[in-house]
């Protein structure tokens, strides 16, 4: 038999952390896919032109709806463009776009552009990794702080696998528990 501290650990700590742990897996491998696609636009400088044609390549590849293949020359003649902006602008993917449309480049580096603004849509979030994490906050609160270590667990699990609790019929629950209750006091 656990005592009430190890219990608590093992029903509710433990199972937090474990999401906690795989939504965090799961944002590195979001944020190294995109580092992998376009991370290369904020090292420009650093990197030769063999690698820079490949990087090219592949972002070509991945979204050739949208690029065509004109973008790989377009990027080695912005690679020179880079070198003459200030540091402050092609050290983020916004200011970067910033700076095609601010001095007028964006007609000579359409593709460039394309990719930029590609980027800048994308949605990046970090909220599934602190929900999960701020779901003990949540279910124990001030005025539930005598709930059993049970309860709290359950409720727990509960708020974390919400997208099942919300494909749940509650009706038919509510009525079959309403039922039950109903046949006690007779």
């Known amino acids: 038999m656990f005592s009430e501290k190890e219990n608590m650990k093992i029903k509710t ?3 937090i952390i474990d999401a906690l742990i795989s939504n965090l897996n799961k944002r ?8 992998e696609k376009f991370g290369f636009f904020l090292h420009l400088e650093d990197i030769d032109q063999t690698e820079l044609k490949l990087r090219a390549e592949k972002l070509v590849n991945i979204y050739e709806n949208d690029l065509d293949i004109e973008f790989v020359e377009e990027l080695l003649q912005f690679k020179q463009m880079i070198l003459c ?6 050290n983020s993917f916004h200011p ?3 700076a095609l449309i601010k001095y007028n480049i964006s007609s000579t580096f359409p593709s460039i552009e ?3 603004k590609i980027f800048a849509c994308m949605p990046c979030s970090n909220a599934s990794g602190e929900r999960s994490f701020s779901v003990l906050k949540r279910v124990k609160t001030y005025l539930r702080s005598s709930l059993a270590n049970e309860k709290t667990s359950s409720l727990s699990l ?3 696998e919400s997208k ?3 494909s ?5 629950l509510v009525k079959r528990f309403a039922k039950d209750k109903a046949r006690k006091k007779l």
Do not use: C, G, R
């Open 164 to 166: 099942v609790v919300k």
């Open 96 to 98: 970067l776009l910033k």
């Open 85 to 90: 902006m200030p540091e402050s602008q092609k």
């Open 13 to 15: 700590f433990f199972p």
């Open 168 to 172: 749940i019929d509650w009706s038919t």
């Open 114 to 116: 394309i990719a930029l």
């Open 158 to 160: 509960l708020y974390m």
């Open 28 to 35: 590195k491998e979001a944020y190294n896919e995109l580092n």
